[in-house]
């Protein structure tokens, strides 16, 4: 059966431990070569609702890395932007590629999109999610602590799409997640759900706080994105309002999580906004490395969707 990544709660904890591993050898100079040739003959669209720069050109190189060819399109461009319903747009793209990336404005929409899929669907992003950010965050993670089980992640500003994915990757991979948010900028209910789900009976805990310093207190990790997402720039005013200044990452907060915690930030930044220059451009921060670890995971996370299990597994470290 196709499997699809929509949210990150498609993976099991080993799912994510063998894709972080392959993502790992794919990145080491020995093994950069390794994989350039498994999608040969295989194509995989690429739909953009909204603008890119990470996601659109990490998929273009990873695709092409591993010998496939990248059709990158813009929603506008195709006949969806006229009306075709998604569902028609899936069955014929199922003919022509062989995996669909999409970045969408409603999370319905991609769901709709892989029901009608005969070939694996990837979010690049929706109102609700970004898995694919996520299990480059972790490969951060692990590169510069070793390990992520058993490590506190504090998640500091909106409780946005990255958020959603984050609570529930932390959950399989026994992470304690503390997300620190004004009122009425929470995480997505269904998404806290499925986490607390998953993250019983292992040692993971999700919690919600709303005091950014409770959340940071320990932690080996602090994370935060933009306070206006894409598509909520109406709202921009009363959002920036709620959120600064108490929940925008300074180095007096840094300063209340571990000595050497890292700081971790999605991209596009807002310096000024959700971090400050001093801590997005300072010691603590990975964010070009979470960046380029973009194109690590998702050549790992291409194979395990679109390979067969043998020639994966044949991959895996
Ligand atoms: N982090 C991320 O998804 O960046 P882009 O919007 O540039 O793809
Ligand atoms: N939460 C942000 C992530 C951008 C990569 C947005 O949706 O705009």
Redesign the pocket.
């Given at each position: 059966m196709k499997k699809d990544f929509l949210t990150f709660s498609e993976l099991t904890p080993a799912d994510v431990k063998s894709i972080l591993g392959l993502a790992g050898r794919l990145k080491s100079q020995r093994d950069r070569g390794l994989g350039s040739a498994v999608l040969g003959g295989r194509s995989v669209a690429l739909i953009f609702e909204k603008p890119s720069t990470r996601t659109r050109v990490s998929f273009q190189v990873a695709v092409s890395e591993l010998g496939g060819y990248p059709v990158s399109l813009s929603a506008s461009e195709l006949q969806l932007g006229r009306g075709e319903t998604i569902e028609d747009t899936a069955r014929v793209l199922s003919r022509y590629v062989h995996c669909v990336m999409a970045r969408v404005n409603r999370h319905g929409d991609l769901e709709r999109l892989a029901e009608a899929s005969r070939v694996p669907v990837i979010n690049g992003?929706s109102d609700l999610y970004?898995p694919v950010?996520v299990l480059a965050d972790l490969l951060t993670l692990m590169e510069h602590k070793g390990r992520l089980k058993g490590l506190k992640v504090a998640w500091v500003g909106d409780g946005?799409?990255?958020c959603n994915s984050w609570a529930i990757a932390a959950a399989l991979t026994g992470i304690e997640f503390v997300a620190a948010t004004p009122k009425g900028y929470e995480p997505n209910k269904g998404a806290l759900a499925t986490a607390s789900k998953l993250a019983r009976g292992t040692t993971a805990d999700i919690r919600l706080v709303s005091d950014p310093v409770e959340a940071v207190s320990h932690a080996d990790c602090v994370i935060t994105?933009?306070f206006v997402?894409?598509g909520f720039e109406a709202e921009g005013r009363r959002r920036k309002k709620a959120f600064i200044p108490k929940y925008q990452v300074t180095e007096q907060l840094m300063s209340k999580a571990k000595k050497d915690a890292i700081f971790q930030h999605?991209?596009?930044a807002h310096r000024g906004e959700e971090v400050t220059a001093e801590v997005i451009d300072g010691p603590q921060s990975v964010v070009f490395d979470e960046a380029e670890n973009r194109l690590h995971t998702t050549k790992a996370l291409l194979c395990y969707l679109m390979l067969g299990r043998a020639e994966y597994s044949a991959l895996t470290p």
């Open positions: 992003l970004h950010q946005d799409n990255v994105d933009t997402s894409m999605c991209l596009p």
